[in-house]
């Protein structure tokens, strides 16, 4: 008999979810929640009952029921830094999951405290696979020209872990043996170095790192920065331009690639630039990973919404198939990645981590990089 797995997955307008039976998805859909009642709740996390009340709706319009259900998965949160793997859910984990520890306020954050919600209801165990704060830099990629502050890992694990295991399935490969460089291309976007299994390095996708995206600023010269607060703009502005209003929203006023597009279409040169820029840092950031890897890269993975765009693989295979082959896997495995996690628990086949456990050696470990701010 089949396990049963339900996963769930919030976003900034809605919240994905799947059924599975054991890794086969038999239902998905993405209920759409309404912008401007998302935009009255001052924090995400009050935004838990209404969001649990559209699923509930779902599933009884659906006739959908999780009686009995083996395992619900919730995308994990901005928690304590943690190595990839499944986490079997803790009051800890949850915890640290509402209060943001990790620093980034961002929707997945709902996504095990939905899970919690339903399995009070039905049952069933509650998981966590790959959050957006797994950490496996190297010591060279942590630090930074400010003693006291590093960088932090911060992205989207989830998906490229899951492709490029898929990929290395596909292709008979180990993920564990081989070298790839793994680009998450979105509203966010996620350049990553992978060594014989391990995420080595990347672009903060949330802290003003890496590329600019259609929501985000990317990198940019802290000078510029601290020219731009002293115009009277304040902190707070300048953290939303990190993570919703930088990148396309903040040249165009809107995130909508298509959008962008049709402008390049009708003959805006202005769009055109911005488009072409977009791609450029993108490919450079391909290229910094490159360097990373000391140029020993079995293959370049694109993933994610936006490889929906010709012109995008184009222009990085024109400037980045030099490094390695390039594969193209259109949308996301982020849902399929959940529920492989829990079914090789359910199956026996891996153990769960316990998350204070993992966290307690991660931080031990980083002590050694740590020194005070001076």
């Known amino acids: 008999m089949a396990f049963r797995i339900f996963v769930i997955n919030p976003g900034s307008t809605s919240t994905k979810l799947s059924l599975f039976e054991d890794r086969k998805e038999v239902y998905t859909t993405a209920v759409v929640h309404d912008a401007d009642e998302l935009k009255s709740f001052e924090h995400i996390n009050d935004q838990l009952d209404y969001r649990m009340r559209v699923i509930k709706d779902f599933l009884k319009e659906n006739s959908i029921d999780l009686t009995g259900i083996d395992a619900i998965v919730g995308r994990g949160g901005s928690v304590h830094p943690v190595p990839s793997g499944v986490f079997e859910v803790s009051r800890e984990l949850l915890e640290d999951t509402r209060n943001s520890v990790g620093g980034m306020i961002h929707p997945s954050c709902l996504g095990v405290q939905l899970g919690r919600e339903l399995q009070k209801e039905y049952g069933g165990r509650l998981f966590m696979v790959d959050p957006i704060c797994v950490d496996e830099y190297i010591p060279e990629a942590r630090f930074t020209g400010i003693r006291g502050i590093r960088r932090k890992s911060i992205g989207h694990a989830l998906n490229l872990k899951g492709t490029l295991k898929h990929h290395c399935e596909l292709n008979g490969m180990e993920y564990e043996e081989n070298n790839f460089i793994a680009c998450h291309i979105d509203g966010g976007i996620s350049v990553t170095a992978h060594r014989k299994g391990k995420m080595i390095d990347g672009s903060n996708a949330c802290g003003g790192d890496g590329p600019f995206t259609p929501t985000r600023t990317g990198s940019i010269a802290v000078t510029d920065l601290l020219d731009w607060l002293e115009k009277g703009h304040t902190i707070q502005e300048g953290r939303m331009l990190c993570v919703n209003n930088g990148g396309f929203v903040n040249h165009f006023k809107s995130n909508d690639g298509d959008e962008l597009k049709r402008r390049i279409d009708e003959g805006d040169e202005y769009a055109n630039l911005i488009w072409n820029s977009f791609i450029y840092n993108i490919a450079k950031a391909i290229g910094a990973m490159a360097a990373t890897l ?54 026996g086949k891996v153990q769960p981590l316990d998350y204070h456990t993992e966290a307690e ?4 470990a980083h002590r050694f990089y740590e020194v005070p701010v001076e």
């Not at 390695?324 to 990645?337: D, F, K, N, R, W």
């Not at 050696?361 to 031990?364: A, R, T």
Request: charged share 20%; proline share 2%; with cysteine.
């Open 294 to 347: 000391k140029g020993d890269v079995q293959g370049i993975i694109l993933t994610g919404r936006y490889v929906r765009f010709g012109d995008i693989i184009e222009q990085l295979e024109e400037g980045c198939s030099w490094i390695a082959p390039i594969t193209v896997y259109h949308g996301e495995l982020e849902h399929q990645s959940m529920a492989n996690g829990a079914y090789s628990v359910l199956t």
């Open 361 to 364: 050696k991660l931080k031990e």
